[in-house]
């Protein structure tokens, strides 16, 4: 690389030089002189022939604007191909798309009972589009009832809630009354605040070629039915056996993201049916979420 730069350097500075000229040919024997008389050892030459050639050749080389553009263009195939020569796909997980991830779509279709389908939307942040809200919304009297019942599971006015300290069934009941009386543009302004959870995933079978995967140990941590398991305890199950299978990848800062890059959640088909009808039944039923303060640094 450093003799090609050089090089280069010098069919710019002869470029240069020509331009100002007027008889090429007199530049090209003033350079060739200069070359041969430079000083040296004796028992050696300092004339380099092939630098000069390459010199001469390029004064005398002259390029058309449709050679250049010509050329300029080839190189975009080329460089299409060492793309796809070089890319190296490598997958982590070959998760079947129902699968793939922990998250759930801003969208979600579930069924109630056997025949009525309901399309639940994720409207403001946590709260889904089907959750109780009023028109009007409620009075300035009663979003101070609702802040003061909130203030006593708070540190300070500028700090989180107290996420450890357990709301009392009272309290909670007060909290959800009046939030279902909130307009929607009032719930999306409380701290606290209530939702129907996401609706459950039907059971889904992973594929072999993901169980393959998640049993290097140096790429995922396993767990099945809520257990840590080692990763080899997977050669005892197949693919029907779990009807469910959740992948996330874990953040830099988590305690185990230098032992394994990803954290796969199983569920044996029982212990996922036991899930799933009981999300089901609990689907219209209030969860509380919080929002936490942004952090000032």
Not at 43 to 50: D, G, H, K, R
Not at 119 to 126: A, S, V
Not at 192 to 214: C, E, H, M, V
Not at 261 to 281: S, W
Request: net charge positive; hydrophobic share 35%; with cysteine.
């Amino acid at each position: 690389y450093r003799k090609a730069i050089e090089l280069n350097h010098e069919f710019i500075a002869d470029a240069a030089a020509i331009g100002h000229a007027t008889d090429r040919s007199a530049y090209q024997y003033l350079l060739l002189n200069t070359v041969a008389n430079t000083s040296g050892l004796s028992i050696t030459s300092q004339f380099n022939y092939l630098t000069i050639k390459k010199r001469l050749i390029m004064m005398n080389r002259s390029t058309t604007a449709a050679k250049a553009l010509l050329a300029k263009a080839a190189i975009v195939p080329v460089f299409v191909a060492a793309f796809l020569l070089f890319c190296d796909k490598t997958e982590v997980f070959a998760i079947s798309p129902a699968v793939k991830s922990i998250k759930q779509s801003k969208t979600e279709k579930t069924t109630v009972g056997k025949d009525t389908a309901v399309q639940r939307k994720f409207e403001i942040g946590f709260i889904t589009s089907d959750y109780p809200c009023t028109k009007e919304g409620i009075p300035a009297d009663e979003l101070k009832e609702y802040q003061q019942i909130l203030s006593k599971y708070e540190v300070g006015p500028d700090s989180d809630f107290m996420f450890h300290m357990k709301i009392t069934d009272e309290d909670r009941t007060k909290l959800e009354t009046i939030f279902k009386k909130m307009s929607r543009k009032q719930q999306a302004q409380q701290r606290l605040g209530f939702s129907y959870p996401a609706t459950p995933l039907p059971p889904k079978s992973p594929t072999q070629a993901d169980i393959n995967i998640w049993k290097n140990p140096r790429a995922c941590g396993v767990w099945i039915d809520g257990k840590k398991v080692d990763n080899a305890v997977l050669n005892n199950y197949k693919p029907a056996d779990f009807g469910m299978a959740y992948a996330s990848r874990l953040s830099k800062n988590n305690i185990n993201y230098k032992k394994y890059k990803y954290q796969v959640d199983l569920y044996t088909v029982a212990y996922y049916d036991k899930i799933y009808k009981q999300d089901i039944a609990d689907q219209y039923k209030s969860h509380m979420f919080f929002k936490m303060r942004k952090v000032k640094v």
